[in-house]
Structure formats: C-alpha cells, structure tokens
C-alpha cells in the first residue's frame, strides 16, 4: 500500500513516539550511568565502579532501606488485598444491584480517594486521625492505604464483572448452588482476571505512593517512597542511584515475565481452538 | 378437561412489574395458566411479550408481584432458585467458561452433595445421552454451537429436574441445525418424561414441538391449546396474525345460522364464517381467512364468491402468491401451491374470482 | 431482544437482595476515613485560627476573607482583592492546562502510533511505555531534576555537541514543573486515548478518504471527534491530578512560586501554620475539582442519552 | 491456596512488627545531623533500638508536633528559640532534678541558657551560625555584607538559595536593615516587607535541604547556610566561602528537648546522658562541623576542625545574634511576610 493513501499512517508520528519514549527512559538511562561512577561526587565522572551498588546493600543506610522496602511490601500486600475483597464486594452490590436509590451516590463514594485531590485527602486524613487521636504508625498508613486503594480495585473489578452476563449467576443458582458457592464456585472464578488487575494495579498505588503517607506515617515508620523522598531531598545520592537502577531492572523484569507468560498461554489457547477446528 | 393430567406448574393471577427508577413497566397482566406434568408446553409470543419473564418467575430468578406459581401443588414463590427442583437451558446456555464439560454437567450435582461416584456415573449417563461422552474435559470455549447446546441440555437435565425450562435454546443456532436439534428435543423429552416449558418467538417451532402451547402478548395470555387448535381457530386477532399468514377482513355479522354465521364486510359481499365465541347479530368484528383456504379462479361458480383483480404475485418455490384486489383498501393473500397449469396463467390485472373454503373463514371478536 | 421488558437484565437475583451488605465495607471504610475528614476540613475551613498552629472553635469567615481580600500587612487597612491566592490557583491551573496540552500533544500520536501497530509491536510499545512508571515517580522526578540542572548531562551533551554555548536553564523554571508533570501523568493521557482508537473503526477514515477527504481532514473532522470521550477522560486523567501536584513543583521548580498544592501543605507542615486558611484552599482545590468532573459526567451522561 | 498464605504471613509478618516491644527510642531530628554510626554505636551500648524522622526547619518541626505527631517522639532537636516557644505551647516535659548524671557535663556557659531557664527541658546539642556562602568563581569581590543575599550584584542575581526558616531569614533580614528582631514599628515592618519582596525577585529557590547540595552542583552561587554544613559543601568539592558580614550573622544553638507524652521517657533520658559524653558529643562536632557545649570534646575532635575558617569568625564581623521569640501580634505580622514571600 502507497504510503500516502493509508488512513492509519501520519508522516511525524512515528517521530514523535520515539520522542515520547527518549523523554521517559533519558532521565533514567542518565541514572542508571552514574549509578556505575566511582565518583563520591555526582557531578564528576571518576570511572566505573559497582561500589554504589554494594553501598545500596551493606552500605550504613542499608537497613534503613531495607526494612522501609519491607514496609513498603506489607503495607502494600495487605492494603491491596483488603482493597480487593472490599472492592469485589461493591462491584457485585454495584453491577448486580439493579436500579436503587442513591446509586450515584455509592459510586461516587467509591471513586471518590480518586476525586479527592491527593494534597487534600493528606491533610484531611492527617488532621482527622489527630482529632480523633488515633496513633500514627504502621496502622494509620494501611488505614489510609486501604481507603484510596479502593477505587483503583474496583475500577478494573467493576469493568470485568459488566462483561459477564447474569446468567451465569443464574445458572449456578438454578444449578442449586447456594450465594456463597455461586460465588466460590462460578463468579469468582469468572471474574478472576479483573480481581487480579484489581488487585496489582492497587498494589502498584500502595507501594508508590508518597503524599499520603508522607502525612500519616508514625514516628521512625518509613515505606521505601518516604524513605527515598528523605534520601534524595538533599539532591540525588549515587546509591541512590544504584537503587533506582536495581528497581528498574526489577520492574523490567516482572514486566518481561508476566509478557512471557501471558503470551504463552495465548499460544496455548490458538494451538487448541485450531486442533479443535480440524476435528469438527 | 381431561382430569386424568396431573397439575405439574400451575400459574395463579401472576402480576409482574418492573421498576426502574421512576418508571415502572408491567411485563406480566394476570397470567393464569396450567401446565400439565410429562408434557412439552411452550411460551410462544413476540419479543416483550413476558414470556421470558414468565419463564425467569418459574425458574424463581424473579420477585413476582402478585399472585403464585406451584410446583406440584405446593407453593413455590418464597424459594429462591437453588431451592427449586427445577433446571434451566439458558439462551445463550450460560455454560461456565471456566470449568470443562464434566464438570459444567456436574454442577448441579455437586451442589446437591451427591456422592463423588453417583456424580460420576450420572454426568457420563446424561452426556452420553447426548452424545458427547467423547468431549468431557473439553472447555465451553473448545465446542461448536450445537455441542454447547447439548451440554447445556445435559447440565440441566443432570440433577433429574421435575420440570425443565428451556429459553430460546434453539435461537443462536443456524437453520439446519435447529431444524435438527426440534426433533431432537422432542425426543429427549419423551424419553426422559419431564416436563419441558420452552420459551420461543418461532412459530414453526413451537408448532412442531409443542404438546400445547400458550400464546402471549403484552404480558398477557392469549391463547393456550394444542398446535392445530391454535393455527385453526385462534382465539383473537392477535392470535391469528402471528401465527402463520392470514387475511384479515372487518365484518358485521348479519345472522346466525346455527354453527354457521353470515358476515357482510365493507365492500358489500356476504362470507359465511364460524366462530368459537359467543356472536350477536349485528355485532362488529374481524373475519380472518388463511391464504391456503383461498382459490383463485377464472370463471366464479358460486355466488359468494368473491370478485377482484389480480394484482402482484410472488413466486414462492413451491407455492405462488397472489394478491387480490377486491376493492379500495381491501385486498386479499391468495397462496396456491405450483403446477405447470397455474404458471402464467394469470396476469397483473386480470378479473378474477376468490372462492372460499368451506369453514375456512373465522369470525373473531376481538 | 429476546430478553425484552425490563431493561438490560444485570440485575441479579442471587446478589441484589444482599447489595447493601456487599456495599456497606467500602461505603463504611470511605466515609469514615475519607468522607468524613474532608467534611471536617470543611469545618476547619469556618473556625479561628490558633496562633502556632491548630483551630480554635469559633466560626469565622476569615480563613476565606484571607484568600480574597488583601488587608495588608498589619491586617487593618481597608480591604483590597487579594491577588496572591488567586494567582496562585490561576498559575496551578495554567501549569496544569500546560501540562495537559503537553501530554496530549506528545500522547495522542503516540498512542495513535501504537494503536496502529499489528498485535505483537502493541504490546511491546505499550510495554515500553509503561515500565518506566514502574519506578517510582519519587525517583522519577529526581532523575528528572538531576538531568536537566545547569551543569547536568543534558547540558553538558548539549554543550559538548556545540549546540549551545551557554546552559539552558531549565530548573526552577516552569517549564520545568511542566515537564515533570508531563512525566508523571503521561501514561494517564496515553491508555485512554488508545483505548477508544483500539474501537474506532478505521473504516470511517477510510470512508471520508474515499469522500474525497484529505488526511489531516479526515484526522481532525472524523477521527478526533469520535474518539473525543477518550480524548476527554486523558485530559482529566492528567490535569486532574496536576491541579494538586506538590512532587513537581516542589523538586523542579525550586519550591519558590507556590503551587496549589505546596500553598496547602505550607499551611499544615511548613512555617505558615494556618490551618483554617489551609483547610479553605483546599476546599476551594476540591470544588474546582468537583466542577471539572461533574461537568465531565453531564457530558458522558448527555452523550449516552 | 497460595494467595491465602501470602496474606496470613503478611498479617503475621505485621503482627510481628507492631508486636516487637523490646526497648525503643523515637528520635525527631534535623536532617543529616547526627552520624548513623553513633546511634549504632548507642543501640548496642543500651540495647535501645532507635528509630529516626528528620525535619528541615524549626517550624516545621513545630508543624508537626501540632499536626498529631506529639506522642509519638521521644526527643527532638530545636534551636534556640523553638525550645523556647515549645515550652510556651506545653509541648516540652521537665527533666528533674538528678535524671540526668551527665548534666554537670554541660559547658557552664550554656547552663543556663536565655531559651530553658535552668535547662529544665533541654540539653544542648550543637551551636553555631548562619549566614551564607559564596561561589568564589562565580563572583569575586566583597561578600562581608548581607547586601550579597538582599541587594545582589548583578553576577549573582538569580543565583541565589535561600533556607526555607522563617526565623533565620527574618533575623538576617533585621541584621541588614539594622533594625531590631520582633519590632513592633509599623514603619520597620513595612520596611522589612519590601526589602524580602524586593529581594526575593533575584532568589532562585527556597530550600533547607537542598542548601549543601545546590552550592555543590553549582545550581546556585550564593547560598544562605548553616556554617558546619558549608564547610562540608566546601570539602565536597565546591569552592565556596562562608561569610561573616558585617552587619552581623545569626547564631543558634540546637537542644536536645524532652518532648512531652514521650513513649519511652526512661530511655530517652538514657540517650541525653549518651550525648553528653565528651566522646559522644565530638563524635558529633566531627560529623556535623559545628561546636559543641559539653565539657571536654577538645581531645575527641579533628584537629581541622578548630582552624576551619567556618568557624572562626574574621576581625571585624558584626555580632551574632540569636534568633529572637517575638510577641503574638508582631509574629503573626511575620507570619503574613512570610506567606506573602513564599507565595
């Protein structure tokens, strides 16, 4: 097809996707240098060296970041999964409600740790606890976790369980299984997919988020953002650097895997609907 | 009635109304119906008609408004479905995509804490019932339409249900295949003795099936009888027009001979028609005559029948269809079946007389 | 429709009569954890402010007073229109417009670009596109703010190339700020944008093409229009949560002309301490939010009728 | 099922955590101020697990301690007039008479210190000045006077970071103008307005933090600083010099406070006596380069830290001042400035 007349090619676009992806990755191609620079000062070169990396792991600061990264993953464990099970319940109530008064209203109730401005709900949630004199710790965070968790599970919940036709439901009901086996046995089971990005994508919010926690976080509580934001205030610190590479690398990682893994179940799919086809 | 038939579904003064937010729609006016046990009954009606709602009340995925439904002679609004010894063949058959054929079959089963053998045995006895014993631990997604429409069958016939409910399960499959599965079913539903309620906006199928079927418009029952009863001698103009084609002809009944009563229409001419209800002399209301009933001929040989001309004609295979115009507005559907005598021997135009078979015409009230 | 009276059957029986139990936990954990303290900032907003920090509970109009009137310094002059707040809310929401612009400039072709692609090329760019976001965007920033500084690499490559002799100032400029948020919600732009391309039918352009339209035509007056809901969603998805930005602004543009959302924590965290004009600018950060989104869902609403 | 033993290990794992009551220490501290190998160096001394937030400025310790966190820190670490003002608010316990055993360790200069009449509260901790630091290749004439941050030559305009500390910013300001701290003279308050407004046109950035590190990246030329913690910037590789004006500078002196409601009083108090040991307390002076006010440090000390031109003042440089607690209504006079100035 001549160039010229295809509707799905605009001459720059090309161009301007790979500008898109050089001002995402140079800020962190450029880190990812310096984190090898032997140089104790980060606007030096002095050569390369894997010190910072081992500074990043028995370095003094090492616990520190060790014990705010598992923090960080509990914290987020647990806010995600708390998340995810309250989240899965609206979406039934929601989706599978029909009609009721003040629909609109629960959705935005839902949404609304989205809605809210992250600054704001900070300092509402900040001058709340202190009026309520509920203690800052490990607690307030996960409490505070949970509640802007919610919509960012229910968002992708609510949209898988919309695709699934009631009848399902029916069917296991008819079928003489009880709410709770309906459940168990066919929706949860249905639904699965959207749980699951529920559940990461809230995960991912959790492990990031730095304001809210920031304001909430009890006295010598740190998760690895606030610890981080506490390290790189100052201006940016090779180790830090180091351990920003190693998360990338990290985060490459999962990513290359959940591709891998996901499009190997796809392969398995095509293979059997086309084994399939000859038989019929 | 024959007393002899046991009561299987008995539907009591069934209202049903939907609310959605401030309006509300009836689906269901007073439904009042019998259906008899070890018989194949069908809902037939044009789409929003409540047939399917009729059907979701039974099968209790619905809050009824008003009235009851029994089971059996006991009462079974109060239950929730999986407390109703009744199954469903959903339209779209619902098979769980999750679970594979076995276990989609042994669904039911399990949920009624069968013994893992029993379960076993029961599930390969329904599937190889249907024939698909060979296809077990295939997933719903693996199988053609019509497979997944006898493993939707076999899920619901499983847990030997008293009474089966079938929602359009033919209507996703193509023609030859329905064609197939009507005798099928048929079968299936003589062998097995339960009683089948099956939901459907296809005539043929309904008349090809049913042992009795219930006609239904706008939440409310029309018509319920045998096939014949219903195409023959449907009760109303509603009735007569979706089921199969008809001629549909305003009339004032001018006297009543016995069975037989004299009907004059509009443009003057007198028919002599029947009619199951009740008539008076004088009354107005609608004559309607099958195209089948109908013969068109050159020369008229008796004095009722009725003159026109022709109009357009539609070559149909194995019939031919006419169009008899006998006056302003008022046209007739003439279908005569194909023989090398009829081919082109009218034409657009010409003056043709419309005989009328004896007891062909039916004089409906309403 | 077989399934006729009723509308659409997503009510089901089997969960419906127990919705309110399966909604009551988040309705329970969001209103009190959420709903309730920002009515309490609301409360907050109407009392005295306690000298050092902190509320005295007496009403008074003088939190909101402070952010429109100027009653110079010794607080007894006669009142003037207070620029200072205002213009602070106008330049967040400018720099929020600026950044919203910038992303849907660089994200719409882009996720044009990738929604063109055969199957495999999608997921990688897609792929691509998102891990950077994997970081965290604490860090992010930095290395943001660390590569555009007066003697950071971008000027020393540039320099070095000799396409330009002096640094270019870049931090603690507002394009900085801009390019910070661009990089932080870029992704918000892109997703949805890409998602209603993934529905539109390209048959449409093809339609207009063989109408004799041209191809910018046809991009501006058949594509952009149709796909105008997910155009619509990205812009908020951004701008949204630029509005109340406190990272960006505070790491790139030298904390020294406030932002919304630095005027906010100032008041709760920093030297100001002033809570109820605080808890004021926030309320008055969530109404325009508020604005913005119910004008959205009238919108979306409107369009579905 | 796997995801059911992840979410039980998690509550387990977190049950642990909360659980974990050994002996602790919640320390709210300035920033890169104290040497991680001294608390490591306490913690297995006592056996006291220390935990540490750090804060940049003295109000914002203040904000904090109002925003709920009071009771859940041990000790704190303000200046001079924040001890003083965290007395007013209640905010500070009273240490009794023979709680501390190392208090006669305390340089008698600053035994009875103007802020904690009698040391009820506090502890000192470190003592020093502000004022700010010059890049030496970026500008080469006179920088012994506050016009370099208020009135600055052309070379400097816009290259300037200033700390976010209203207090310090303040006092330096009245240094320049020669006006007293705290005046409650309309026409000195204007005055003292106007001339932030005007200087604040040539400031690049607000920032306490930041203040080492942007003299080293040479994203600023002047920077106002503490003077330890430009002596570090220089021995980082910038080549700065720290400025004694003429006007006059700031001097502070940062206590270690007992912070009312504390969590574990007795081990805090364990930590008070930790840093009033002379080795303690130099391991201190040799980190953070400033001075310390306990008795003894002098052999404990890097001898470069005595002849460090940041902590000696030159002949001739205007007196020091401490940061003065003004009066309600003239703070909240301040209060507005500074709002005026930061927005």
């Not at chain 1, 895997?257 to 038989?279: A, P």
């Not at chain 2, 706008?218 to 009888?225: F, K, N, R, W």
């Not at chain 3, 812009?235 to 020294?256: E, N, Q, R, T, Y």
Request: glycine share 8%; with cysteine; proline share 4%.
């Amino acid at each position: 097809m001549r160039k010229a007349f295809n509707v799905k090619h605009y001459n720059g676009f090309f161009f301007i996707a790979c500008l898109c992806l050089f001002i995402l990755y140079s800020p962190l191609l450029i880190v990812m240098i310096y984190s090898f620079n032997d140089s104790l000062s980060i606007t030096r070169w002095g050569g390369v060296s894997l010190r910072w990396y081992y500074e990043v792991f028995y370095g003094l600061e090492s616990e520190k970041f060790k014990l705010a990264a598992w923090n960080s993953l509990i914290i987020a464990l647990m806010a995600a999964t708390i998340a995810t099970i309250v989240a899965t319940a609206a979406s039934i109530g929601m989706i599978r409600g029909g009609q009721f008064r003040g629909k609109s209203a629960s959705f935005g109730l839902i949404l609304l740790p989205i809605m809210v401005p992250e600054i704001v709900t900070a300092v509402a949630t900040l001058i709340f606890f202190s009026a309520i004199s509920f203690k800052l710790g490990i607690l307030s965070i996960l409490v505070a976790h949970i509640v802007f968790c919610i919509p960012f599970a229910y968002l992708p919940i609510s949209a898988r369980l919309q695709g699934i036709e009631a009848s399902y439901e029916e069917a296991a009901q008819d079928l003489y299984a009880n709410r709770w086996k309906t459940f168990k046995h066919v929706l949860m089971p249905i639904m699965g997919p959207g749980i699951i990005s529920g559940f990461l994508l809230s995960f991912i919010i959790s492990l990031d988020d730095f304001i809210i926690t920031n304001f909430v976080k009890g006295a010598g509580v740190e998760t690895l953002p606030t610890a981080i934001f506490g390290a790189v205030k100052q201006g940016i610190k090779p180790n830090i650097m180091a351990l920003s590479t190693l998360l990338l690398l990290f985060s490459i990682f999962l990513v290359t895997l959940s591709y891998v893994i996901g499009k190997k179940g796809e392969d398995l799919k095509t293979k059997n609907n086309k084994g399939e086809k000859h038989e019929v | 009635m024959n007393d002899k038939k046991i009561n299987s579904i008995e539907v009591t003064n069934v209202t049903k109304v939907y609310n959605t937010g401030a309006s509300s729609t009836k689906a269901l006016k007073n439904a009042n119906l019998t259906i008899y046990d070890n018989e194949f009954f069908t809902l037939l009606g044009p789409s929003g008609c409540g047939k399917t709602t009729l059907l979701r009340l039974i099968a209790g995925f619905e809050d009824i408004t008003e009235g009851t439904i029994k089971l059996f002679n006991e009462e079974i609004v109060n239950l929730p479905p999986n407390k109703r010894p009744i199954n469903t063949v959903f339209q779209h058959y619902a098979l769980f995509p999750h679970l594979n054929v076995f276990e989609n079959v042994a669904f039911g089963l399990r949920r009624l804490n069968k013994e893992n053998n029993l379960i076993e045995k029961r599930t390969m006895e329904v599937l190889d019932l249907i024939q698909m014993k060979d296809y077990a631990t295939r997933k719903s997604n693996q199988l053609s339409g019509g497979q997944q429409q006898r493993v939707a069958l076999a899920r619901a016939l499983a847990p030997k249900p008293k009474v089966l409910l079938l929602d359009e399960p033919l209507s996703a499959l193509d023609l030859k295949l329905r064609q197939a599965m009507r005798v099928e079913l048929k079968t299936l539903q003589r062998e097995t003795g339960i009683t089948f309620v099956f939901v459907t906006h296809d005539q043929d199928e309904a008349l090809s099936m049913s042992d009795r079927i219930a006609v239904m418009s706008s939440g409310q029952v029309q018509q319920i009888g045998k096939p014949s009863e219903i195409y023959e001698y449907p009760a109303n103009r509603f009735v007569a027009d979706f089921i199969g084609e008809t001629n549909l002809l305003n009339a004032t009944v001018e006297k009543i001979d016995g069975k037989s009563i004299l009907c004059r229409l509009p443009s003057g001419q007198i028919l002599n028609a029947t009619s199951k209800s009740k008539v008076n002399s004088g009354q107005k209301g609608i004559i309607s005559i099958r195209p089948e009933k109908l013969i068109i001929k050159k020369k008229s040989s008796n004095e009722r029948d009725l003159k026109g001309n022709l109009g357009q004609s539609t070559y149909l295979g194995t019939d031919t269809q006419f169009e008899v115009i006998l006056g302003k507005d008022l046209s007739l559907a003439i279908r005569m079946q194909n023989s090398p005598l009829t081919s082109d021997t009218y034409k657009l135009g010409d003056p043709v007389f419309v005989s009328i078979d004896d007891d062909a015409a039916r004089f409906l009230i309403n | 429709m077989a399934t006729g009276v009723g509308g659409g059957r997503t009510i089901s029986s089997t969960f419906s009569p127990v919705k309110i139990w399966l909604l009551l936990p988040s309705w329970l954990i969001i209103g009190f954890f959420l709903a309730l303290p920002v009515l309490l900032m609301l409360v907050y907003s109407f009392l005295t402010k306690e000298f050092r920090g902190g509320v005295i509970w007496e009403p008074t109009l003088a939190a909101y007073d402070q952010f429109i009137f100027d009653r110079g310094l010794f607080g007894d002059d006669p009142p003037q229109i207070e620029w200072k707040y205002i213009s602070i809310f106008i330049r967040s929401i400018l720099q929020a417009t600026g950044a919203t612009i910038l992303c849907l400039l660089i994200g719409f072709p882009t996720a044009f670009f990738i929604a063109t692609r055969v199957d495999n090329n999608k997921i990688i760019w897609l792929l691509l596109l998102t891990v950077p976001y994997w970081v965290n965007l604490l860090i992010r920033t930095v290395s943001m703010k660390f590569l555009i500084r007066d003697s950071g690499p971008l000027n020393e490559i540039l320099i070095t190339l000799g396409l330009i002799d002096t640094p270019l100032k870049l931090i603690n400029t507002n394009l900085a700020v801009q390019l910070g948020l661009f990089y932080s919600y870029l992704p918000f732009m892109v997703l949805p944008i890409y998602a209603a391309l993934e529905r539109y039918n390209f048959t449409f352009s093809e339609a207009a093409s063989d109408l004799y339209a041209p191809k910018w035509t046809i991009l501006f007056q058949i594509l952009i229009p149709i796909i105008k809901p997910g155009i619509i969603a990205g812009c908020i998805l951004v701008f949204v949560p630029s509005l109340g930005a406190f990272l960006a602004p505070d790491l790139l543009g030298g904390a020294k002309t406030f932002m919304i959302g630095s005027l906010i924590e100032d008041q709760f965290k920093g030297n100001a301490g002033n809570w109820p004009f605080g808890a004021a600018a926030s309320m008055i950060l969530l109404s325009m939010v508020m604005i913005v989104l119910i004008y959205y869902a009238r919108a979306q609403s409107k369009e579905q009728i | 099922m796997k995801f059911k033993t992840i979410v039980v290990s998690a509550i387990f794992a977190l049950s642990i955590n909360v659980a974990n009551a050994g002996e602790k220490l919640s320390l709210y501290h300035w920033f890169e101020y104290i040497p991680q190998e001294l608390l490591d160096k306490f913690e297995s001394e006592t056996g006291i697990d220390v935990t540490m937030d750090t804060y940049d400025s003295n109000e914002s310790l203040l904000a904090a301690l109002k925003a709920g966190k009071l009771g859940s820190y041990d000790l704190a670490v303000p200046g001079d007039y924040m001890v003083e003002i965290l007395a007013g608010e209640g905010m500070l316990d009273t240490i009794g008479d023979g709680e501390l055993k190392n208090k006669s360790n305390i340089e008698s200069q600053w035994l009875d210190a103007s802020f904690d009449r009698g040391r009820k509260h506090s502890i000192p901790y470190q003592w020093g000045s502000t004022s700010f630091s010059v890049n030496r290749d970026v500008y080469k004439g006179n920088i012994n006077t506050t016009d370099i941050i208020f009135n600055p030559p052309d070379e400097l305009k816009g290259k300037i970071n200033v700390l976010d500390s209203q207090g310090e910013v303040m006092a330096l300001a009245s240094l320049h103008l020669g006006i007293p701290q705290c005046s409650n003279d309309r026409d000195q308050l204007k005055a003292l307005d106007s001339l932030l407004q005007s200087a604040k046109t040539h400031w690049a950035s607000f920032g306490s933090d930041i203040a080492k590190d942007v003299l080293v990246s040479g994203d600023v030329a002047v920077g106002m600083i503490w003077n330890g913690f430009s002596s570090k910037a220089r021995e980082e590789g910038a080549n700065i010099e720290y400025s004694y004006p003429d006007q006059g500078y700031v001097v502070w002196m940062d206590n270690v406070v007992l912070l009312k409601d504390a969590p574990n009083r007795k081990n805090a108090l364990i930590f008070m006596d930790f840093i009033l040991e002379p080795e303690n307390a130099a391991a201190v002076t040799n980190y953070a380069q400033y001075n310390a006010g306990v008795k003894g440090v002098t052999k404990f000390l890097e001898p470069a830290l005595a002849v460090m031109p940041e902590n000696n003042p030159r002949d001739g440089a205007g007196a020091g001042v401490f940061v003065a607690v003004c009066e309600q209504s003239t703070q909240e006079v301040y209060d507005q400035m500074w709002t005026r100035l930061r927005s």
